[in-house]
């Protein structure tokens, strides 16, 4: 479970949590069985960091407009997009903190179907 995160495997983790923010019922073990080989304190750092401040306003918003998917090319871009804003600006990166800090506490039981779901699969052996 020690595999390197390369980039093209970075969107892929993305693309998949992404799925965790719809406002549908969620599949946790079929999402968690895609990236389950990745390192779990990797995971969630690319949860809250990168994926989060993206996806997450969509289950936080009383009328959520993503409901069945998220669309992976815009997933990509918009977390690209987030990146590259962050490490271009020194207040961006201060409020992109109190962000994470924000969605650590509010999304926080996402983040443990998340793992339950993670820890189940990587005890059906089901990670490549």
Known sequence: ???QIDQQARERIWTTMAEFFV???ID???QASKIC???LKELKK???REVAPVC???ALTAAPPIWLSFDDQT???EVRRLLLKRDASAFFRLRHELSV???RVTLNGIWQEVERAITRQRGRATCA
């Open 56 to 58: 997450g306003p969509n």
């Open 46 to 48: 690319i949860f809250f």
């Open 101 to 103: 800090l924000y969605l």
């Open 1 to 3: 479970m020690g595999h």
């Open 75 to 77: 997933v990509i871009d």
């Open 28 to 30: 946790y073990d079929y």
């Open 23 to 25: 406002d549908n019922r």
């Open 37 to 39: 080989v990745y390192p």
